[in-house]
Nanobody
Framework: QLQPVESGGGLVQPGGSLRLTCAFP????????VGWVRQVPGKERQGVAC????????NYADSVKGRFTISRDNAKRTVSLQMNSLKPEDTGTYYC??????????????WGQGTQVTVSS
């Protein structure tokens, strides 16, 4: 089974940038979509971005459109989330999650442990 591992989180000032990376150590990532989900304490989890297995189709939450970019390198078996123009409301734990099929229409399957992103002055 795929076990995503996230990295790249940290503390950043508003307007700054971070790049999150998801890896799948010890496994070959199959033809599945991969998404990033944000968890804020006391709030419902929110899908932030998703990319299909080929990398040709992406989608984003309205709150991050134009600021975040999801990409993948299937040869390296990694998925990244470039986060620019960060806002305090972007703060949360970001999880890398595989989908159960090729596109982002499929449900969530395997979750990473998460990486913390804090946007604060």
């Amino acid at each position: 089974q795929l076990q995503p591992v996230e990295s790249g989180g940290g503390l950043v000032q508003p307007g700054g940038s971070l790049r999150l990376t998801c890896a799948f150590p010890g496994f070959v990532l199959g033809p599945v979509g991969v998404g990033w989900v944000r968890q804020v304490p006391g709030k419902e989890r929110q899908g932030v971005a998703c990319i299909d297995a080929s990398g040709s189709s992406t989608n984003y939450a309205d709150s991050v459109k134009g600021r975040f970019t999801i990409s993948r390198d299937n040869a390296k078996r990694t998925v990244s989330l470039q986060m620019n123009s960060l806002k305090p409301e972007d703060t949360g734990t970001y999880y890398c999650v595989t989908r159960s099929g090729y596109s982002c229409l499929y449900g969530y399957e395997h979750w990473g442990q998460g990486t913390q992103v804090t946007v604060s002055s």
